[in-house]
């Protein structure tokens, strides 16, 4: 499979991201050529699409892989990408083996309001009809078979680091806990405590119901984190929280 424009990136890609699989071979073999790809489309409501793309291959690992990572360039008003370490990719590769309790936090963006959709445009080797692929609506608490049919939505205009996750079974993940990694907050005195965590924060997102992006924070280095709310209405928050291992919890907020 060849990637032409629509899935350029920044970055060179490897030409083992181009190989072919045996139509006979659907199992994962960590010695074999087969790469185990996944690549979703998303449509906006003026049909602006972007495409991404997830492999499982021997060569890459969970970090930033030269040469096989595709870093997202930020040349399309609407993007669907993979998220390593806080960073946007279109292409991103992953290890083998496969293990099904695997996640693929996801980033959404967009420049104009609407309806989207999400569609899984091809699955091969593993992803080839064996191996069920779920994308996870965390805002709405949604978990879709994306390998069967396409995903719709509404979105106000903004990014959105922590509504989707890509995920291999049909298991609802809970919010505020992911791989068994939980988060602790607290609501007094117009301050939002984080607490409980036993890795670092390395950044936080923080969303009203709309959507919209009321605070955000990056190079953060603390396991515990308080976010000033006297200048917030009083509703529901969405809390983002992107650890130093690069894992990202959800954690629904009531102010």
């Known amino acids: 499979m060849k990637f032409k424009n629509y899935m350029r990136t920044g970055n060179t890609v490897s030409p083992m991201l181009r190989r072919n699989t045996p139509k006979n071979q ?17 449509k906006g409501p003026e049909t602006i699409s972007s495409n991404m793309m997830v ?26 990408t993979s998220l390593i370490n806080g960073e946007e990719f279109t292409i991103q590769g992953k290890g083998l083996p496969f293990e099904t309790t695997d996640t693929v936090p996801l980033s959404f963006k967009t420049a104009q309001s609407g309806t989207f959709e999400i569609e899984m445009l091809h699955g091969s080797g593993l992803f080839n009809q064996e191996q069920p692929v779920f994308l996870v609506d965390h805002w709405l608490a949604v978990v879709h ?12 205009a903004g990014v959105f680091s922590a509504r989707f996750t890509l995920q291999f079974t049909d298991e609802s993940l809970s919010l505020g806990e992911e791989n068994g990694v939980s988060v602790q907050t ?10 409980g965590l036993t890795q670092s924060i390395s950044a936080l997102q923080f969303y009203d119901v709309t959507g919209k992006l009321v605070v955000s924070e990056k190079g953060l280095h603390d396991t515990t984190v308080v976010i000033p709310t006297d200048a917030f209405a009083k509703g529901v928050y969405m809390l983002s929280i992107t650890l130093a291992n690069g894992e990202v919890l959800v954690k629904k907020i009531l102010l």
């Open 55 to 80: 492999a499982y291959l021997p060569e890459a690992t969970s970090e930033v892989d030269a040469f096989i990572d595709g870093q997202y360039i930020d040349d399309n008003p609407n993007a669907l």
């Open 186 to 195: 607290a609501v007094r005195d117009n301050q939002v405590f984080i607490t």
């Open 26 to 42: 659907t199992h994962f073999d960590e010695d074999s050529d087969v790469i185990h790809r996944i690549i979703l489309q998303l």
């Open 145 to 156: 078979p994306i390998s069967l049919m396409p995903y719709y939505f509404d979105s106000a």
